[in-house]
T-cell receptor, first 109, second 114 residues
Framework: SQQGEEDPQALSIQEGENATMNCSYK?????LQWYRQNSGRGLVHLIL?????REKHSGRLRVTLDTSKKSSSLLITASRAADTASYFCATPTGNQFYFGTGTSLTVIP | NAGVTQTPKFQVLKTGQSMTLQCAQD?????MSWYRQDPGMGLRLIHYSVGAGITDQGEVPNGYNVSRSTTEDFPLRLLSAAPSQTSVYFC?????????????FGDGTRLSIL
């Protein structure tokens, strides 16, 4: 399988703290994408980072990419209860997308 | 603008029954795909289509059929359901122009096979 893996599998933090989750993947990539999934819902696209980029920001999100280590990290700053969700990285290869196993984030109010 | 609509939301089947999961989109996206989500496994691609009349297999295609007669619809068929196909199924779409495009997901069909 070409699936990536997120680490940690589960993360619990207090509101206002930062949350960091990591993704490792197996093949060379053109870009890496992060998605959020709220309980009982479909995935929602958060941010895309291209293989020639090292860091990207979007609001409270910061994504880094290290292609030499085949890894990416997602940082959510000043977390809110509404950030409670599962987060997945995805790597498109040709016409196929490969998703990681996800990090379950719980933000405690 | 509905985006990606999946029906039904829930379904219970008996082993050996057949059914079709529906996916419809109103974004004029060329690319449509089906995933299954199982605990601890993330999402795995079943089948995908890059346009009407064109389909291809993903990572876990066995036991599933698809067809794409229109841009808007991409149904997934289970011909003879098995308990191993108990899962949550998601349809996703994206623009086919270039690989740097995000996917848009429906809210899923939760399927139980007894």
């Amino acid at each position: 399988s070409q699936q990536g893996e997120e680490d940690p599998q589960a993360l619990s933090i207090q509101e206002g703290e930062n949350a960091t989750m990591n993704c490792s993947y197996k093949t060379s990539i053109n870009n890496l994408q992060w998605y959020r999934q709220n309980s009982g819902r479909g995935l929602v696209h958060l941010i895309l980072i291209r293989s020639n980029e090292r860091e990207k920001h979007s609001g409270r999100l910061r994504v880094t990419l290290d292609t030499s280590k085949k890894s990416s990290s997602l940082l959510i700053t000043a977390s809110r209860a509404a950030d409670t969700a599962s987060y997945f990285c995805a790597t498109p290869t040709g016409n196929q997308f490969y998703f990681g196993t996800g990090t379950s984030l719980t933000v405690i109010p | 603008n509905a985006g990606v609509t999946q029906t039904p939301k829930f379904q219970v089947l008996k082993t050996g029954q057949s059914m079709t999961l529906q996916c419809a989109q109103d974004m004029n996206h060329e690319y449509m795909s089906w995933y299954r989500q199982d605990p601890g496994m993330g999402l795995r691609l079943i089948h995908y289509s890059v346009g009407a009349g064109i389909t291809d297999q993903g990572e876990v295609p066995n036991g599933y059929n698809v067809s794409r007669s229109t841009t808007e619809d991409f149904p997934l068929r289970l011909l003879s359901a098995a308990p191993s196909q108990t899962s949550v199924y998601f349809c996703a779409t994206r623009l086919a122009t270039g690989i740097n495009q995000p996917q848009h997901f429906g809210d899923g069909t939760r399927l139980s096979i007894l």
